[in-house]
């Protein structure tokens, strides 16, 4: 380094302060390099510059890398965020978008599937006083959900439903507590209202004339409904929604509700898609819940000539273009719409395939392809057996539900 003197001008102020000036001092003719040295000098800076420029090159590489990374991970982020595995109600709670159904799984094998589904990894379990089956389930529940077991209680998202026996104001409390001691449970997560129509009051879920028919009660489900808000009040349930309402019915509710139903729970799936009610429950609010969202194929009343939807050549394509099976496909199908689906299974095997749908996305193309295959096909219509036949069971009670479009 070139040594250097200081130099004080004249100046008005005091010396502490006078400004100092460094400046470089002369380098002596007898200190000054040869030409060899300066040559060697000159090498020694050639070097540095080159070994500057490498320096600077590594690290600019370094930072496109970094870049790169993080372009990759925000996008991976994105893409998680796409799948979540729930939605939020609009009581703050989440709610798993695949749940396992109960709906026509048998006492003996329901406890088994429900303790499959939860150590695979379902945290959604529906179930109904109607099904017959709440208290096998509800033996799970007692010996695997809590404080260091397999899954705490908070963990857990737990519907049940209301019956349509049940549907007096007077009645619905003790309904739901029966519910609550059968699943051997404190409160529900979600408590629905089955269905908008009303059979005849009494402890015979389905009370029948001689003829076979059934024996209706006509009370307003509006009154059910503020029967249902109260059970919030109480801490019996966190949130209430409703079954198998149409869109009337449903804004027949919200004109009068406290509590707004927070669920509408509808059959749903590709030759069913309910483009309209979905619509409309998502302009006021509610989430879709979509039972028999594989076509519901094991059912008493089915018929030999009835679409069998996962043999659909589309949904097929699409399943082995992905490497899925065509249940996956038509439940990533309902994820992708943000309606939650519950289907039912006992095998072990199915139920862990079931959840197995948020490892990848369906194409534009794939959605839309799936989309053309609505033809308003409605598999779960209860019916009846009359002179041999089977006929829609509930048509003729004024609030029965498939009366209007949507």
């Keep these: 380094m070139l040594p250097a003197v200081i130099t004080n001008r004249p100046h008005s102020l005091p010396r502490a302060l006078q400004l100092r000036t460094v400046r470089p001092a002369k380098t002596p003719r007898a200190a000054r390099p040869s030409a ?5 000098q000159q090498a020694i800076t050639k070097a540095r510059g080159e070994r500057a420029c490498a320096i600077f090159q590594s690290r ?13 991970y925000s996008q991976a982020i994105k893409i998680k965020m796409a799948i979540s595995d729930y939605v939020l109600l609009h009581t703050g709670q989440k709610m798993p978008l695949i749940g396992l159904g109960t709906w026509k799984s048998s006492p ?10 939860v150590k695979t990894g379902y945290r959604h379990i529906d179930c109904a006083a109607v099904y017959n089956n709440e208290a096998e389930i509800g033996e799970f529940f007692k010996e695997h959900v809590g404080a260091d077991k397999m899954v705490r209680r908070e963990e857990l998202f737990v519907t049940s439903k209301l019956w349509n026996t049940k549907h007096h104001p007077e009645d619905v409390e003790a309904s739901c507590c029966k519910t609550l001691e059968d699943l051997k449970l ?5 408590y629905l209202i089955h269905w908008p129509h ?9 009370p029948k004339n001689p003829d076979g028919t059934i024996r209706y009660d006509f009370i307003d489900y509006k009154e059910t ?14 949130a209430i929604g409703l079954s198998n309402f149409n869109s009337r019915q449903i804004d027949d509710i919200i004109s009068i509700a406290n509590i707004k139903p927070t669920v509408l729970q509808i059959e749903c799936h590709p030759y069913l898609a309910q483009n309209e009610l979905i619509g409309h429950c998502q302009k006021h ?16 009343w089915k018929a030999s000539d009835e679409p069998f939807l996962l043999e659909d050549t589309n949904v097929k394509a699409i399943a082995e273009k992905h490497g899925k099976s065509p249940a996956q496909i038509l439940l990533r199908w309902q994820v992708q719409r943000g309606v939650v689906a519950i289907p039912k299974s006992v095998n072990p095997a199915r139920i862990a395939q079931n959840l197995q749908v948020f490892d990848f996305t369906l194409t534009e193309d794939d959605m839309k392809r799936i989309g053309t295959l609505n033809r308003n096909w409605r598999y779960i219509v209860p019916k009846i057996k009359v002179d041999n036949e089977f006929v829609p069971r509930d048509a003729q009670h004024p609030h029965y539900p498939f009366n ?3």
């Design 186 to 190: 404190t409160y529900l997560d979600l």
């Design 225 to 238: 409904w503020k029967a249902m808000e109260s059970l919030v009040k109480k801490g019996l349930v966190k």
């Design 404 to 406: 209007d479009p949507y």
């Design 36 to 40: 060899c040295a300066l040559h060697h």
């Design 60 to 72: 600019r590489y370094e930072k496109v890398l970094r870049m790169q990374f993080l372009k990759k």
């Design 285 to 300: 609010g509610l989430v879709v819940t979509a039972y028999s969202p594989l076509g519901s194929s094991d059912r008493l």
């Design 108 to 117: 003996g094998e329901v406890k088994e599937a429900v303790w499959n589904a």
């Design 198 to 206: 009303a059979f005849e009051r009494g402890d015979n879920p389905f």
